[in-house]
């Protein structure tokens, strides 16, 4: 029945009563520090404001979450549809729309670290855009005239890659970029230090790194604008990022990875000793060689030499002179000795014909009788009157006959 102390409820707006539900719930302590596990869906991620929007549901339930740009930013990883996660936040009405949404400050993956999910989120990603394959890996040089290094300017690895540098090549230059290698501001550092040396093409070789640590400390090493910088750059990179065990980003876009910055140092330049041992090896290798290939050479000399010297007419002009000489030899001692014969002869001639010779015999005491031109031999070819010459060795005389 009707009852007139009964008093009617006010009426309300849609709005009074959505700013009701919001005032209940933002004022109970249980709904403003809330950690709730669920599985992301309907994921938006807004790139220009930086929100997220998603859904958080379980088997049962699903609830709507927002994570607005300035948490957003905080995420170690990229939250993706089907992800599982834990996170912490407050339940509150968004008013326009009447409905309750869970407003997420923190987010975690869930069985998973999210420094750990964001370095394999991030590998994945540069995997797939190539960042990684061996076709586009620059060759080391293998002997730098100029090292660039990019590391704190107080750490032990510093010291470590300098003294390693010095030992084995002193006559290589370093160019030293001195950056942060942990904190917030050391990707920033990093990237500028890279891009620094490869603009100005201040050297031949970089070696980026620093001493071991926690992945938190080595964090700066997973950043994807270090990734982009490595990669674009023209000079050869060598990572070397913490300890033998610990991998980063940086080392699987990087030319090479050493496993500790001293290995780095030993892996960009040559070892002087090593160098001097085997050039001194090489030049006794090369002068025995070249010992080796002379005496060789000579012998193949000689013997072309003594087949040229049969197969050459010199030789056999030579014999022809000498077979000359040979026959004028002889035939000199052959004209003397016809020589001295026919001297020999002719001095026997001549004695003979000095024995007949009218003059001897005249000088002997006889003379020579003529009568008009005709010797006279005979007495009986003179008369009386006629008259004659008589012709001695030194001269001659005329005569008449006086008797008979």
Known sequence: MYSPD?????????????????????????????????????????????????????????????????????????????????????????????????????????????LALAYEQLKQKLEKQGYFAPEIKKPIPKFPDTIGVITSPTGAAVQDILNILRRRFPCVNVVMCPVLVQGENAPPQLVRAVKTLDRYNLCDLIIIGRGGGSIEDLWAFNDESLADAIYECKIPIISAVGHETDFTICDFVSDLRAPTPSAAAEMAVPDKNELISYYDSQLQYTTSMIETLIRDNNLKLLDISAKLSNLSPLSEIIDFGNNIDTLFLNLNKIMSDIYNENNLSLEKISAKLEMLNPVSVLARGYSIVEKDGIHIHSRTQLKAGDKFSLEFSDGKINATVNGD
């Not at 849609?14 to 520090?33: A, F, G, M, R, T």
């Not at 049962?60 to 994570?67: E, N």
């Not at 996170?87 to 869970?102: D, L, N, T």
């Open 6 to 114: 009964f008093k009617a409820p006010p009426v309300l707006t849609v709005s009074q009563l959505s700013l009701y539900i919001k005032s209940v719930i933002e004022n109970d302590p249980k709904l403003n520090i809330v950690f709730l596990s669920g599985e992301i869906s309907n994921l938006t991620d807004h790139y220009r404001s930086g929100h997220i929007y998603l859904s958080l549901k379980d088997e049962k339930s699903v609830i709507r979450a927002v994570m607005f740009s300035g948490n957003a930013q905080k995420l170690r990883f990229r939250p993706s549809n089907g992800m599982k996660v834990i996170c912490h936040g407050r339940v509150s009405v968004y008013e326009p729309s009447g409905q309750y949404q869970f407003y997420i400050e923190d987010m975690q993956p869930d069985g998973l670290g999210a």
